[in-house]
């Protein structure tokens, strides 16, 4: 266990030496954006629609699993929270129906693939492509605006600015981060989920319930997913067909940056919330020190590149 601890440091020591070194770059090549406040708004304001789901992801890859499907969630979740916020005027109870479609279509993907046997690759990209494509057929191409929610407490609770400053959804993703570490590292169904991802024959013979951790964990998928919906749609105050199509890589390219083990059994939420920062910065960190956008993607893969080969050889001294 010792050894186990003393890894999963170093990994998360790496991960935030490479954050370091990126916001230094940054710094270097442009003191008048990254010395200032402006920036780190931009990103607060932004970051946590993917990261939120990225922390989620963490307990699915730390099973050994793989879920695909969950921006076409977030986008089914937001439209029917946009339907029924704009037929009923309740926003709270747009937000009830958002939460049980995520949860239902994370049971659906649990069904699948813990009842049927689909490995769950295959299994999330059927559900990708069916709940995107419900999504098309009841939304006809068409956005829904919300700028009525504004006037509601529960405008000002999911993205409002406390103090008006710090946007409330880098509050929630701070928050759900303190609570996805102590769920993984201190929490008996944290240890259930390490096991499980680790392996899952001798996890049956310890006597847990396999089947029901991964239906947990897919479920809970479906429900930060459907909550990151509701935030990305309440920041604009508009939901669009496409939304959520962008953070698909996004989201799993935070989650294998931090150091989670594609192989499961083994996690760590700190490292993914550092990985968020990281790809949810690039983009504008590379466009205000000069280069053009064409270098994004170029540098996104060299920086998964290294990240992961620093911790492969970590793993390796180790062993």
Known sequence: MKTAAARQARLEISIA???????????????????????YYSFMSTI????????????????????????????????????????TGSIWLAALVCFIVGITAGAINAFLIVRVGIPSLVATIGTMFFFRGM????????????????ETLFYSLAVGR????????????LLLGVGF??????????????F???????????????????????MQMGFFAAFAGILSTLEVTYFWPSQGQGYLLTTLAAVFIGGTSVFGG????????????IIGSLEAG??????????????????????????????????
């Open 162 to 173: 406390i103090g008006g400053i710090f946007p409330a959804q880098a509050a929630w993703m």
């Open 135 to 150: 999504v098309n057929v009841i939304a006809q191409g068409k956005g829904i605006a919300l700028v009525k929610a504004k």
């Open 48 to 87: 946590p629609f993917f990261g939120i789901m990225a922390l989620a992801m963490t307990l699915v890859v730390t099973l050994g699993e793989m879920d695909l499907s969950f921006p076409s969630v977030l986008a089914l979740s937001a439209l029917l929270f946009g339907k029924v916020f704009t037929f």
């Open 266 to 277: 083994m996690g760590t939420i700190f490292g993914t919330f550092v990985g968020a920062i």
């Open 196 to 218: 499980v991802g680790d392996n899952m024959e001798s996890s049956r013979m310890m006597g847990i319930n396999v089947e029901r951790v991964k239906t947990i964990v897919f």
């Open 286 to 319: 590379i466009i205000a020190i000069g280069l053009t956008g064409f270098w994004i993607q170029l540098i996104y893969g060299l920086i998964i590149m290294v990240s992961v080969s620093i911790y492969a050889i970590l793993l390796k001294k180790k062993s």
């Open 17 to 39: 030496a490479v954050l370091a070194g990126i916001f230094l770059l940054f710094i270097i090549g442009n003191p008048k954006v990254f010395t200032r406040f402006d920036i």
């Open 181 to 194: 570490w102590v769920l993984l590292n201190r929490h008996r169904f944290g240890s259930h989920v390490l």
